[in-house]
Structures are given as C-alpha cells and as structure tokens.
C-alpha cells in the first residue's frame, strides 16, 4: 500500500469538500488532545482531536451517510445515540421544521451534543439511553472510544443515566407519533426489538438503524423480522438498515 499517496489523496479531498481553512484547522489539530472548531456551510461544529469526532463527521457531510430520499417531509425525527450532535444538526439541516429528539448517554459526547445544537431551537437534547425497558443504565466499557460505548443495566449512581423505552421516549416529549427514528446504540438495538417493539412500531414511519452483529450474533435478523412484521420494507445502505412503510401506509398513519 502506497501510505504516502494515500495520506495526499485524502488531503486532496478535505481540500475540496472542506475547503483551504478547514483543511488547515484539521491538519493542526486531528492528532492533538484539544477541541477544535469546524464551520461547515455556516454551521459551526466543535471537534475532538484525538477521536474518530472528524471520521463521523466526514461520513455524515463528506460522505453522504443519510443522503438518500426519504420519500416524505418528517415532522418529527428522534435521534437515538445522536454522538456529539452532528446527525441531528444534518436533519435539522435538511428538514428545519422537524423537531429533534437527540438522545445520547455519554457524559463528554452529551456535553458537545448540548454545545453543537445549541443555536437551533427544534433540537432537544437528551442524556439518556434509549433501551427495550425502562431502567437505569451505565456506560459498559469505559476503555473504548467514545463513538463505541455501549450499556449495561446497572444501580443509580453519579455516572449512571435513565434507560427509556421508545413508547416512555414518546409519552415524555407528547409524541403523537415519530417520522424518523434513527439508531446508532451500539448494541442497545437488540434490547430495543427483543422487548415488545410492536407497541410503538405503528407510531414510526421510518427506521434507521446501524446493527450491530459482532455485539449480539442473530440481532440483524431479529431486526428485519420485527420490522417485516410490522409492515415495513427494508433495504440496507451502506452499515445502515433503512425500513420505511409504503405510501398508502404512510398516509393512512398519519390520519
């Protein structure tokens, strides 16, 4: 592997997407412990050196993760494992008069979710675990990077945070209904869908979903069997399942 060429060409594309300033602040701080901050089409994001923060990034705005169509306007979109902000940011983005439930566990990656959303008003941060029932929960595997974590059960403590469900996650922010659920919960998703997913699945109208396989074997096809169930098509897009409803569904959903 040509390592040199490599590192040129994908400096060569920070340059382009990113422009001459971005590219600099990268190059300075990437490798360094410090918070930096990115202006990205007049938005302003604050970044982890040191972390995969610019890899997550890269992959929502570099890379187009969610840049496919919906097929609808969402009102209502929760963000379940919302990191330190930049997916809600890219909804809120794309559809500014969806409200945004960002949901995220971690203390540090809270903290810059709370920072990162703070000028748009329809996104509401949540420090909070989403999980098949409601209980407490604590960060597992504290050694791990901080896109990683995944939950365990535990006693209420300092470090620990509420587990909710999605039907609880509804009934505290008067959700009639939700338009999009996105999730990346590093694990969580199997608790989400072994635990009577049917009483909520009729209030969604699209799932997105990042599966994690290595974390629970037979968790993708417990996934798809809910979701197949329950109505929806299924198709995957890179390491996301995206289940929609059909169109007929989606209109009589909504009356």
Known sequence: MNLRGTTIRNWAERLGKYGLINSITLFL??????????????????LRGRSVDF??????FGQGEY???IGFVPEVIVDAGAYTGFSAIYFHRRFPQATIIAVEPEASNFGLLVKNSGPFGNIHPLRAGVYGRDTVLSIKD????????????????????????????????????????????????HSVFMNQ???WLPSVRMVIAEVHEHLHSGVRELITEKLSDAGFKIYWRGEN?????????DTTARN
């Open 241 to 249: 399942l995206i289940a929609s409803r059909p169109q007929t569904e």
């Open 197 to 199: 997913p049917e009483e």
């Open 142 to 189: 504290k050694g791990v990077d901080k896109y990683a974590f995944s939950l365990r059960v535990s006693e209420e403590s300092e470090d620990s945070v509420p587990g909710y469900t999605v039907t609880r996650l509804m009934k505290e922010f008067g959700l009639a209904r939700i338009d999009i659920l996105k999730m990346d919960i590093e694990g969580a998703e």
């Open 67 to 69: 840049d496919f169509d």
């Open 55 to 60: 890899h997550v990034f890269n992959s929502i």
């Open 29 to 46: 701080n990437q490798k360094r412990d410090r918070i930096y901050r990115l202006r990205y089409r007049g938005t302003s994001f604050l």
